[in-house]
């Protein structure tokens, strides 16, 4: 999956979900605690989000204030999460 949809997705989500649709001043990099867009209830909301909808089941270590600290950051976590694992033979 492109980063720049995932990125698109979630930023939809959290303008549609928590700031009413109203996306002034709300940038991909934004810091979503900082700005009170997350709190743990949110927080839990936006992982199981992720999960329906990218598959991307977090662990309880990876939901943490640095894998949630943005729209970027978050993409980037879906990105890890969906990354082929690398076997050795």
Known sequence: MN???IRKTIHDYIVTTWLSGDERDFSDDADLLQ???LDSFTTLNLAAFLDESFRAALDPAEINPQNFRSVNALARTVLT???PSSTIP
């Open 35 to 37: 700005a009170g867009i």
């Open 81 to 83: 999460k969906l990354a």
């Open 3 to 5: 980063e720049d949809l």
